[in-house]
């Protein structure tokens, strides 16, 4: 399904793409989704491992931005160049700024991210998507927004795919 087509007082969980989809402006769609999420419209939620991978990939980004570096070349080069590093900080203002329209974010513990094992094994996902499907269980959340399509094989969850730009222009 469609993320668009996602109803007024649904509760959402928000995968990483939905965020670097939005801010590298490959989906309107996740824009949106997130302008709905600021007016109140849906109420929107994550993890702090999705934002630890929202942080990431916006650092990677910015780097290859700001430098000229290849993708393949940033986290070495960075690493070799801390004073390069401590210029950036866009990433950091981006989450703040997420953090400002109202994105419950969750925490988990120890615990969670050993009762995700039982996920993979029954869904054969990755770990970082087998915790997902665990949070939202835990928080008997059912509707996610991904453009991750390992999670169409899950059920009960219901997938809320964007669309990105080049499919848009299709239609």
């Avoid at 491992?49 to 980004?61: K, N, P, T, W």
């Avoid at 997902?132 to 169409?152: C, G, N, Q, S």
Wanted: glycine share 2%; hydrophobic share 40%.
């Amino acid at each position: 399904m469609r993320i668009d087509q996602i109803s007024d007082n649904s509760t959402v969980y928000l995968d990483a793409n939905i965020f670097l989809y939005h801010y590298e402006d490959i989906s309107p769609d996740c824009s949106s989704l997130l302008e709905r999420v600021e007016r109140g419209k849906i109420r929107a939620v994550t993890s702090t491992r999705v934002l630890d991978e929202v942080l990431h990939r916006r650092l990677i980004a910015e780097a290859v931005s700001l430098y000229g570096w290849s993708i393949k070349q940033v986290v070495n080069r960075l690493k070799r160049n801390p004073e390069k590093l401590k210029k950036i900080s866009k990433h950091w203002e981006d989450i703040e700024e997420l953090l400002k329209i109202g994105i419950e974010v969750f925490t988990f513990s120890l615990e969670d991210l050993l009762m995700a094992r039982k996920i993979q094994s029954q869904f054969g996902l990755l770990v970082c998507d087998s915790l997902t499907v665990y949070l939202m269980e835990k928080h008997r959340i059912r509707v996610l927004a991904t453009r991750d399509e390992d999670f169409i094989r899950v059920e009960p969850i219901d997938v809320w795919m964007p669309r990105i730009k080049s499919e848009r222009q299709k239609e």
